[in-house]
């Protein structure tokens, strides 16, 4: 059973959220915040696996609460997954910075919000590739948007290297694997070696390390 955390400062919102995620059985709603600060403090209690995270919010915001819950030791399974009118949220590239494993936009289908929880509870970034390069090329064209030293990556080995620039392209493991010549099982293991060497916590922050070191630069397309 996969334990949710709803935060939103709309009871309308979050009661439909709930109806949704409780018709799931798979699925169990554990508990509701109405601000950051109850966020954080539920989330301490209850454990969730997942928190579905509303940025603007009174008092302490998305943004700072998921930095909060991200930032203990003790919820380092828990993973944050951002909730926003927009796709292009001008918080949202900083909290995929601070650890969140992706976002959502709040008119997603019924389908596609129970898979999304789905997907964040099994460690898989919550972001498609068209999405993304837009979100990051915006904020890595912004002033204090510059790159990240490559000394950052000395620990990867070159196939590592490769598996990462494909992973910020967006790609699966499958897709990298065909890329690539690999098994499917040997592309998770690169990806997974990745993460444990620069100490991230899942596929959202590679990609975000992918445009930030420059291996994959904003304006790349896959179609190009």
Sequence with gaps: MIRVLLADDQALVRAGFRALLDSAPDIQVVAEAADGAEAVRLTRTERPDVVLMDIRMPGVDGLEATGLILAEPSLKHTRVVILTTFDLDEYIFEALRGGASGFLVKDTEPRDLLQAVRVAHEGEALLSPGVT????????????????????????????????????????????????????????THVSRAMVKLGVRDRAQLVVLAYETELVTPGWSRDA
């Design 133 to 188: 390069r837009r979100l990051i090329a915006d904020f890595v064209r912004r002033p204090g948007g510059s790159a990240t030293p490559s000394t950052r990556l000395d620990a990867l080995t070159a196939r590592e290297r490769e598996v990462l620039a494909l992973v910020g392209r967006g790609m699966s493991n499958e897709e990298i694997a065909l890329e690539l010549v690999l098994s499917p099982a040997t592309a998770k």
